[in-house]
């Protein structure tokens, strides 16, 4: 009975966040409130006719204000633009960057979930279910593809889950290669709707790395260091051309100080609207 229950609890999620994505993605609940909002000032006598007169005027609108949003830096009116959604980022950057300390101020500031993939995978070890039994295996086996796959499922099992849904998250460490973020936009059912590309030097994030204090967790070794800085160097170009073609992506200089990547980061949050997809 119990397992019915997890499965039916389970259903209904993976439901409600496919049916939230479709809704935020074709701007039906702006294209109704603006319906409303006309159809209440104009009062039509036939408003049948009227609706559907003008439905395509408005939503064609909503489209071509966030385009042009999206493709150009002139003067836009944002407080017209699409927000009915929840966050759901995803923060890219080499180690070093920041994307930890801007994660959890955007976590915050918007509040949101905040979920670090290397932490999710040590959690998720300890539970006994059938997510953390293939999470086992595979890094038992130590198959990158079945690593990487099994670590998909527990992002995708916590991404579902109830908080998540509700309030939006930010995530750091995953993914990690341009497969991974392929999967995450294509086959997801609640992709992100935001990526944060962070780019900083390798010098300067590794600067960082080594002024930071030594904890004594495997991630301060500078064998550690080097062998992240050289997988993200080799995924770089691959990752860097894929998301180039998506509206999700944001890309902010995070050389300069905490404060200022920060404040950069919030205005371009701000500003953007929610537009998913390949560009033209």
Known sequence: MSTTTTINKLALAEYSAELMVYFEKHKIIEIITRLMVEIGLIRPTNPQNWIATNIRRIADEFYHKCLKASYTSSKIDYYQLPRHFHHRIVIFGRSGSGRKTQALAIAKRFNLIYIDAENLIYTTFFRNDEVAQKLHKA??????????????????????????????????????????????????????????????????????????????????????????????????????????????????????????????????????????????
């Open 139 to 280: 890094f038992l086996d130590n198959v990158a593809k079945d690593k990487s796959s099994a670590v998909s499922k527990a992002i995708q099992q916590r991404l579902l889950q109830i908080d998540a849904i509700r309030q939006g998250w930010v995530l750091i460490n995953y993914p990690r290669n341009v497969e991974e973020f392929t999967e995450m936009f294509e086959t997801y059912k609640i992709p992100p709707n935001k990526v944060i590309y962070l780019q900083c030097p390798e010098i300067m994030a590794m600067r960082r790395l080594v002024a930071k204090p030594n904890l004594g967790c495997p991630q301060n070794t500078c064998e550690y260091i080097e062998h992240e800085m050289a997988y993200f160097s080799q995924n770089e170009t691959a990752i860097n051309d894929y998301l180039q073609r998506r509206h999700e992506t944001i890309y902010i200089d995070s050389t300069p100080c905490f404060e200022a990547v920060r404040t950069n980061l919030w205005t371009q949050m701000e500003r953007l609207p929610y537009v998913m997809g390949y560009k033209m």
